[in-house]
């Protein structure tokens, strides 16, 4: 088991981002953006010098975080645009040593429309084959996407894309209702979402939050590990117990979220601190459940 992390919640700056995982003492990063980008829409030579950097520093991408069929694209979105993430996206992750990479199921359209399931399967399994085909796997993540509308959404996924596997993200449940239930649609439930999924989970994303106040535009409320509603406890029991041997990437949201408004100021220092804090939480946590019985 590997720890890792987002750090780009820590700086956009790779130098700030290296800090981060050697402060941490951790060997491995999530990769998901460079100064402002994602790490498939850099150029070749920003790219090679980031990759020979963290050679340099003896770091490893364990994950490629990508925005293929992000919960940012509706589905209508051109399709070429996927394909060019994918082409660009597989020789970075061999350059990197990287076999995982992070895919979602496209944007959610409001309930009750058409949510054209399925141009949502023949993209994924285009997606899926693609990244076999060089050897690589591509993992969707519950999030705002129509895999993240309820464990059945999900599960359909699997039924329909050979091949795919999943990363669970334990605190996006708490901020999305449970659309395979009658209305008014309750708060999904962190650890009955990863009990139904828990035999496809190849690798664990670790946030916590709060529900939005009821009635209010107010958005979810993260935290730091625990101290929010997606019972990361448990979850790490029941990970535990079904002899999880997979490696968890913390994406701490608690100073700076990735998909912000742009232009929203954040503090520079604050997420550098908040992120390494928030991995130590984590780990001195993790090391805990270790010393449990459960």
Known sequence: MHLTGFTDEAGQALETQIKATQALGWKYLSARSIDGQNIHDLSEADFNRSADRLDEAGISVIEFGSLIGSWSKPIESDFAITIGEIERAIPRMQRLGTKMVRIMSYGQKPWGENQH?????????????RFADA???????????????STQHTLRLIEEVPGMKLIFDTGNPVFQRDRSKPPPYPWQDALEFYQAIKNHVVHVHIKDCLNPPEGSDEPEHYTFPSEGQCRLTEILAALKANHYNGSYAIEPHVATVFHANKGEKVDAQQC???YVEYGRAFEKQLNNLKNDDI
Do not use: K, Q
């Not at 399931?117 to 084959?129: H, T």
């Open 117 to 129: 399931e399925a141009e949502r399967f023949r993209r994924l399994r285009e997606i899926v084959s």
């Open 135 to 149: 050897g690589l796997s591509a993992n969707h993540e519950n999030c705002m996407n129509w895999g993240g509308f």
């Open 272 to 274: 550098y601190d908040s």
